[in-house]
Nanobody
Framework: QVQLEESGGGLVQAGGSLRLFCAAS????????GGWFRQAPGKEREFVAA????????YYADSVKGRFTISRDNAKNAVYLQMDSLKPEDTAVYYC?????????????????WGQGTQVTVSS
């Protein structure tokens, strides 16, 4: 009942910044928690960040804490991921996801809807 589409990925040099955008349609996104995951070639999908439906609580993987910021604008049915101080190890396909869960937001199995992904490549 929710469709998600990511955009904003691209090629950036190490130390640079990108802002990812997730647009939601089909249902009011404000009733869902929003999350970002990523998957590098040959590796499992990993949690990056999540934001509760109210926008008042956020969660980050240790690897991105202090560098990435997740936010949302419920009026626009949108979730964002601001990525600063990017490193080559941040290179991956980034996925936006939506969840009705109130706990376990670090687990991909807690999410009900997924976008198709956007490629982020960080060069050294």
């Amino acid at each position: 009942q929710v469709q998600l589409e990511e955009s904003g990925g691209g090629l950036v040099q190490a130390g640079g910044s990108l802002r990812l955008f997730c647009a939601a349609s089909g249902r009011t996104f404000s009733s869902y928690a929003g999350g970002w995951f990523r998957q590098a070639p040959g590796k499992e999908r990993e949690f990056v960040a999540a934001i509760y439906w109210s926008g008042g609580s956020t969660y980050y993987a240790d690897s991105v804490k202090g560098r990435f910021t997740i936010s949302r604008d419920n009026a626009k049915n949108a979730v964002y991921l601001q990525m600063d101080s990017l490193k080559p190890e941040d290179t991956a396909v980034y996925y936006c996801a939506a969840s009705k869960a109130v706990v376990g937001l670090r687990r991909g199995s807690s999410y009900d809807y997924w976008g198709q992904g956007t490629q982020v490549t960080v060069s050294s």
